[in-house]
């Protein structure tokens, strides 16, 4: 029962769509880690304020972040349209076996933790996507390089490279602990996952609570079903990302070059002193953009899939 639960949770995850997403989705990705980047240009602006005793004016320099429009423009016009997808390779090898082996920790997960904990509560949710969270084991190398190809000539001027090349800079400049700078902060994301199945799950529960039931008290799943599932995980998503998206402007910083940025929590207090705390979610619409309909798409289609191959069993 085991091999075949486990069989149709990876062969549901890996299908998902997360493929189709991942290409779609890059630009967005790009423009994302562009935006989260200290690389970035700020525009120069003056602020006039008034002195309290004289009354004259007083001209401070300051800063604005360029929009999300701006910063496409920009790359549109220096780089090309291309560029646009640089770091979709890395992406695209990962994504498959990295949601299979998700699904299939999540839901053996759940199984272990539905017998110590109360049954379908809010930890057992939290505590299965943590633990699948933790498998992500391959997850930081193949983002590490398409995060390297996105950035290596913005931030330092120099020539193109594939993912291969940067996967070659990676290790002669870092070593093999190179690919996993940044780490800590990838667990720290591990809070969004369980954020998000908190809400998803709950909200799944009272939508089967008020679900068709057919005669012969059959739970009938129509395509109302998934709509309302897919809107579950669009809403679960988004409140997850909103709260946990500082954790993924200090993984970009992690990953630039230099050697400003060294740990997690330096990393953060850096940001806030020289930046302001604003700084934390710059690239969030970008990322909304990207992952509340991507994620929507896959936990539906999960559902439907695993729902699909329960009936044909």
Do not use: W
């Not at 090309?80 to 997808?85: A, E, I, T």
């Not at 998700?102 to 933790?113: T, V």
């Not at 700078?181 to 908190?198: D, K, N, Q, V």
């Amino acid at each position: 029962h085991f091999h075949q639960n486990c069989y149709l949770h990876l062969a549901s995850g890996s299908s998902a769509v997360g493929t189709v997403g991942a290409i779609v989705t890059c630009p967005l990705e790009v423009l994302k880690t562009r935006l989260q980047s200290s690389g970035l240009t700020l525009r120069p602006i003056f602020q006039v304020q008034l002195g309290t005793l004289s009354g004259t004016g007083v001209i401070r320099p300051g800063a604005v972040t360029p929009g999300l429009l701006q910063v496409l423009r920009s790359i549109l016009e220096k780089e090309g349209p291309r560029s646009l997808f640089r770091g979709l390779g890395p992406n695209l090898v990962g994504v498959a076996p990295s949601r299979a082996i998700y699904f299939a920790a999540y839901s053996k997960s759940k199984e272990m933790f539905n017998g110590l904990f109360v049954p379908n509560s809010g930890a057992v949710h939290m505590s299965s996507a943590g633990v699948a969270g933790e498998s992500f084991v391959c997850s930081p190398l193949f983002h590490k390089i398409s995060n390297k190809t996105n950035l290596f000539e913005f931030s330092r001027g120099e020539k193109k490279m594939n993912a291969l090349q940067c996967a070659r800079y990676v290790y002669k400049t870092e070593g093999v602990r190179g690919f996993y700078r940044g780490l800590t902060a990838s667990y720290a994301g591990i809070s969004e996952t369980m954020i998000c199945f908190l809400i998803y799950e709950t909200l799944k529960k009272h939508l089967a609570n008020n679900q068709f039931t057919s005669p012969n008290n059959e739970k009938e799943k129509g395509a109302s079903d998934f709509l309302s599932l897919m809107m579950a995980a669009a809403f679960s998503k988004g409140c997850a990302s909103c709260i946990a998206y500082p954790h993924e402007v200090i993984r970009t910083r992690l990953r630039e070059e230099g050697c400003k940025y060294k740990y997690f929590f330096q990393t953060g207090r850096l940001i806030a002193v020289e930046e302001g705390y604003a700084a934390f979610y710059r690239g969030l619409v970008p990322q909304l953009i990207r992952q509340i309909p991507n994620t929507a798409i896959v936990l539906s289609t999960y559902e439907l899939i695993v729902h699909l191959l329960g009936e044909s069993k």
